[in-house]
């Protein structure tokens, strides 16, 4: 058996060996990086969309078209702003006439308990 091993060693090409192992790294190395880049795609995509992005802010048309945007949240800021004004008075006349409205409820209340006394007061003369 020893002897089959050192024949096939002798016979075997090595130029053809070494050429095939060179062919599978350089396959390996390309299989390899072609999976690298192959995951990282999302990464590249977003960077040069963040590029394309960065280049499209520095046009004067798009300066002014952020301008408008700005000028019209500003707008919407402000009346939102009246909004609030308007609510917070309609809440403070809704707190007063409910303020009044538990007096008048008080009154009523004393008023009934001195009508009731009163009422008392006759069962007892009778």
Request: with cysteine.
């Amino acid at each position: 058996m020893l002897n089959k091993i050192k024949y096939l060693m002798k016979e075997l090409n090595w130029k053809k060996v070494g050429m095939y192992s060179a062919l599978a790294l350089v396959v390996i190395f390309v299989l390899g990086a072609g999976l690298i880049v192959y995951d990282s795609r999302e990464y590249f995509s977003e960077y040069f969309e963040v590029k394309r992005t960065k280049l499209n802010l520095m046009t004067e048309k798009s300066a002014d078209s952020l301008q408008n945007e700005i000028i019209i949240k500003q707008k919407n800021i402000d009346s939102l702003n009246i909004v609030i004004t308007e609510n917070k008075k309609s809440v403070e006349d809704c707190q007063k006439i409910n303020i009044e409205l538990m007096e008048s409820n008080r009154l009523l209340q004393k008023t009934i308990e001195h009508q009731n006394s009163i009422i008392e007061g006759f069962g007892t003369n009778w």
